[in-house]
């Protein structure tokens, strides 16, 4: 089976134009947000290592965090990750919670439980599954490295705080959609839904300010 993948800048504006064809909806939300960025995350165990620290928090955070990571922790390898010490890595800015789900993907790599390698070309599904399995790795993040690590096209990570609010704002919602709520109206945007993360990601900063947005 081909897995659609978004790579370029080229594949946002064909998915946003299949968007706007589907649904005058996202026309207003093109329209009032402008530019829709690719953002991308190095694919391998960096990249999921940047994912795991942006869990829960502000995309500033996330970035600083990470910049402080980057110049401890050279190169960001498995080994060198596994070398470094606790404190070290505390020091950068993780959590003791983030540092233990760092450790157990590390570990989870190691007894090839988990193949980041393996998985171009492999269902959605079947990725989150795997990566879910070791601990302190949720939907969200398996998600994340889905769109930003694989270049996914059509995954939708529904509980995303800042998804459920620009969809919302764009729907004129009274109350914000849960995330089930949220995934049922993001069903009418297959097979592009990665097109359509990035652009309420983007709808969200426009509304919102720079408070959210794409969390890598």
């Known amino acids: 089976m081909t897995i ?5 800048e080229a594949d946002i504006r064909e998915g946003l134009d299949a968007l706007e064809r589907a649904d005058p909806v996202i026309a207003t939300v093109r329209a009032e947000t402008g ?10 165990f960096a990249g999921l290592v940047q994912i795991i620290m942006a869990q829960q928090l502000s995309k500033f955070a996330a970035e600083a965090i990470w910049r402080r990571l980057q110049a401890r922790v050279r190169p960001m390898t498995l080994e060198r ?10 020091g950068c800015g993780l959590s003791a919670a983030k540092v233990a789900t760092v450790r157990a993907l ?16 492999r269902p959605a599904e079947d990725i989150v599954g795997e990566l879910c399995q070791v601990k302190g790795i949720g939907p969200w993040t398996a998600e994340l490295y889905l769109l930003f690590g694989i270049g996914h096209a059509d995954i939708w990570p529904a509980g995303d705080l800042a998804l459920q609010v620009a969809v919302g704002d764009a729907l004129k919602l009274e109350a914000r959609p849960d995330a089930r709520a949220v995934a049922e109206i993001a069903a009418r945007w297959r097979p592009w839904r990665g097109v359509a993360a990035r652009l309420f990601w983007s709808y969200y900063r426009v509304r919102r300010g720079n408070r959210g947005g794409a969390p890598v």
Do not use: H, Y
């Not at 070398?83 to 070290?88: D, F, I, L, P």
């Open 106 to 121: 590390a570990q989870a790599l190691r007894q090839g439980r988990v193949d980041l390698d393996g998985f171009d070309g």
């Open 4 to 8: 659609r993948t978004i790579k370029s």
């Open 35 to 44: 530019e829709v960025p690719l953002n991308w995350s190095e694919p391998g």
């Open 81 to 90: 990750v596994c070398r470094v010490r606790e404190a070290t890595l505390r």
